[in-house]
């Protein structure tokens, strides 16, 4: 049988990128995924008719918001006729440098990804613990970033929101672990996606690259196998844990 046999997977951000990924090894591995995305439906979709097995839903849902956040949560119970893991994937960068933008801009920027990368997610772990409490528990997996640990000089919002989003996935651990629901983080550094295309394929990609000793950046999977193995059966003492993917290129104590 396999590893994700029926259980029932919402992933947000999921019509590219690791979210891709991420719900592409879920149906692999026999699970049913929601794919949960913001406005490209032609991209979800593709991606939905690309997962193995039947039974995957694509839902609408800005999850920077409470109603969306709501929506996705509801939405996919209804349609997947339940939930037992979640990713939180969906994550936006801006480049607000302290030293080149204007305070609009860098008020804007700081709402637009505390919003997206740490409210957002607070507001579906609320909605899906809410189900998980009642049906006998589950998992939940946020993905953050290096960029947490490391800093992120040009965008501060968002290595601070993934700070965030790694202590509120560690009081969540706590808080929810008597209900029987499990929250683990991946904190990936640079990864071969869209996000990071610009910055790859600039004059600075060959020294992103060699922050690692292997000389390269993640691929997609390799952030996915990290969430699956959280996932997992038998990965329940691993709650509160943060797993860093990211080629030895920033080693924290
Ligand atoms: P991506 O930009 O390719 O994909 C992100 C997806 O999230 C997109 O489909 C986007 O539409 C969706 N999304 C954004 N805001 C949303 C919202 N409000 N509601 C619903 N969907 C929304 O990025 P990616 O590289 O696949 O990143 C996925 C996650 O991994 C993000 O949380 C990102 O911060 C994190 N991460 C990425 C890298 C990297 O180098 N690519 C490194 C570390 C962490």
Not at 93 to 108: K, L
Not at 194 to 216: F, K, V
């Amino acid at each position: 049988m396999s590893e994700f046999s029926g259980k029932k997977v919402l992933v947000t951000g999921a019509s590219r990128g690791i979210g891709r990924a991420i719900a592409s090894a879920f149906a692999d591995r026999g699970g049913v995924v929601s794919i949960v995305y913001r406005s490209n439906s032609a991209s979800a979709e593709q991606a939905r008719l690309a997962l193995a097995g039947d039974g995957h839903v694509c839902i609408q849902a800005d999850v920077s918001n409470g109603d969306g956040a709501r929506r996705a949560v509801e939405h996919s119970i209804d349609a997947l006729g339940g939930l037992d893991i979640v990713v939180n994937n969906a994550g936006i960068f801006t480049t607000h440098s302290i030293d080149e933008v204007d305070f609009d801009d860098w008020q804007s920027a700081w709402c637009a990804v505390i919003d997206t990368n740490l409210i957002g997610p607070a507001h579906v772990c609320y909605f899906a613990a809410q189900h998980m409490m009642k049906h006998g528990g589950g998992k939940i997996v946020n993905v953050s970033s290096r960029g947490a640990f490391r800093g992120e000089p040009d965008g501060p919002a968002y290595g601070a929101s993934k700070a965030g989003l790694n202590s509120m996935s560690q009081s969540l651990a706590v808080a929810l672990a008597p209900h029987g629901i499990f929250v683990g983080v991946v904190a990936p550094g640079f990864v071969d996606t869209d996000m990071a295309a610009e910055l790859l394929h600039s004059d600075t990609g060959d020294e992103i690259r060699n922050q690692s000793p292997l000389g390269r950046v993640a691929r997609p999977e390799e952030v996915a196998s990290a969430v699956l193995f959280l996932a997992s059966e038998g990965a329940e003492f691993a709650t509160g844990a943060i797993i860093d993917v990211n080629g030895a290129s920033y080693l924290r104590s």
